[in-house]
């Protein structure tokens, strides 16, 4: 049973990753203080501390967390039963898609700071990405057996380019199908 006073802490860690995946979004990860995230959600700047040991380790969390609950995600959708591969496979675009459509900064991080982290964090997020295009990858070659392992490489990447894009998207920009025309682009990158 988790306490009241474990919650509330909880929900501040997270208000503290939320506000610095925006800030690193909108500046970068070098131009934030410690004071500005502190700001940001409303307290001393110092009070991070009690949350994480550092800046760097938000970060390494804010990454490293968003490739872990991809995966996790990924495998619980193609462990789910299915009627079909092209139907597991929707269901992987509109699993990807919601997170890419409600998670805009943490992409932009994604693309701006990878680098930044150390050495191991790198490597493992490279690894779980690995992992979790291997999973589409596994049910695109059940549905397109004529294809090389090097076509499929090139095709993931393609699509995983395309549904990203949301992140660069401005509201200005926003289409009210945007959803519908990105699964349709996934889809026809994937299948024909």
């Known amino acids: 049973m988790t306490t009241a006073r474990a919650q509330g802490k909880a929900r501040t860690r997270q208000r503290f990753l939320d506000a610095a995946a925006q800030l690193f979004a909108d500046r970068g990860f070098h131009a934030v203080s410690i004071g500005e995230l502190g700001t940001a959600v409303g307290v001393s700047g110092p009070a991070l501390y009690r949350h994480f040991p550092s ?13 872990e609950f991809l995966l996790q995600g990924g495998t619980e959708i193609v462990a789910a039963p299915h009627a079909s591969d092209r139907e597991l496979l929707d269901d992987l675009i509109d699993f990807h898609l919601t997170f890419a459509l409600g998670h805009r ?7 701006r700071e990878l680098g930044t982290l150390s050495k191991s964090a790198n490597r493992q997020v490279r690894k779980l990405q690995r ?3 291997d999973l ?3 049910v695109v070659a059940r549905i397109r057996p004529d294809g090389t392992p090097a076509d499929r490489q090139v095709a993931m990447h393609a699509v995983f380019g395309l549904l990203n894009s949301t992140a660069h998207n401005s509201d200005k920009l926003a289409s009210a199908d945007e959803r519908g025309i990105l699964s349709e682009a996934a889809r026809r990158v994937l299948v024909g």
Not at 55 to 67: V, W, Y
Not at 105 to 111: A, E, L, P
């Open 55 to 67: 800046k760097d380790a938000m970060l390494e969390e804010i990454l490293l967390g968003t490739s």
């Open 131 to 133: 992992q979790y295009l």
């Open 136 to 138: 589409w990858a596994d």
């Open 105 to 111: 900064d943490i992409i932009r991080v994604q693309d």
